[in-house]
């Protein structure tokens, strides 16, 4: 059983900051990529930032120069640093676990539960 616990979301003004995590638990021996997805209201779930094991990045034109996604490949864990916070940064923020690899040599992708962000205007 594998389990991603996002926290760090809330409430913020306009300019504000806010640091999302998320832990990856369970029988997990390394996960190729972490990143961000956000849905807001009536709209598609799009990709925020992703990581790979090795540090690449990979930005949404929307947050780049705002956003910064690290990971620790130790803990499992990818963190979202968003600076600069606009009404429209406004979704619930999902983390994913893209290709987890367990003990039986077969990697699965995985979802967290969501974390609401609220960016006030």
């Known amino acids: 059983q594998v389990q991603l616990v996002e926290s760090g979301g809330g409430l913020v003004q306009a300019g504000g900051s806010l640091r999302l995590s998320c832990a990856a638990s369970?029988?997990?021996?390394?996960?190729?990529?972490m990143g961000w997805y956000r849905q807001a209201p009536g709209k598609r779930r799009e990709l925020v930032a992703a990581i790979t094991s090795g540090g690449n990045t990979n930005y949404a034109d929307s947050v780049k120069g705002r956003f910064t996604i690290s990971r620790d490949n130790g803990k499992n864990t990818v963190y979202l640093q968003m600076n600069s916070l606009k009404a429209e940064d406004t979704a619930v923020y999902y983390c994913?676990?893209?290709?987890?690899?367990?003990?039986?040599?077969?990697?699965?992708?995985?979802w967290g539960q969501g974390t609401q962000v609220t960016v006030s205007s």
């Open positions: 994913k676990a893209e290709r987890a690899w367990g003990p039986f040599g077969v990697s699965y992708d995985y």
């Open positions: 369970g029988s997990i021996f390394s996960i190729d990529a």
